[in-house]
């Protein structure tokens, strides 16, 4: 069966720092445009981030400056590196093909900003 895990989440001080990870079972992923897409409790699922096949990223305000997506091709995985965290990246954090498909999303990764 065709998924991406998510992982490397965790609870992280404001401020401080946190890389996940999304692999694929199939390297079809590596041809698609790829997105890190996140939902907050109460909140609608919003795109974050995401990248082309070819390496182009591209950011949502809230995280621009902080956040870097990028990819490896021939491992068939997609990273995001959060910097500089705040309380409001509390989130499930969730990868998928840009744009998104229903099939493939799966149970996400916690992110908690605390103190």
């Known amino acids: 069966q065709v998924q991406l895990v998510e992982s490397w989440g965790g609870l992280v001080q404001p401020g401080g720092s946190l890389r996940l990870s999304c692999a694929a079972s199939?390297?079809?992923?590596?041809?698609?445009?790829m997105g890190w897409y996140r939902q907050a409790p109460g909140k609608q699922r919003e795109l974050v981030a995401s990248?082309?096949?070819?390496?182009?990223?591209t950011y949502g305000d809230s995280v621009k400056g902080r956040f870097t997506i990028s990819r490896d091709n021939a491992k068939n995985t997609v990273y995001l590196q959060m910097n500089s965290l705040k309380p409001n990246d509390t989130a499930v954090y969730y990868c998928?093909?840009?744009?998104?498909?229903?099939?493939?999303w799966g149970q996400g990764t916690q992110v908690t900003v605390s103190s």
């Open positions: 990248i082309t096949s070819g390496g182009t990223a």
């Open positions: 998928n093909p840009y744009p998104p498909i229903q099939k493939y």
């Open positions: 199939e390297s079809i992923f590596s041809f698609l445009a």
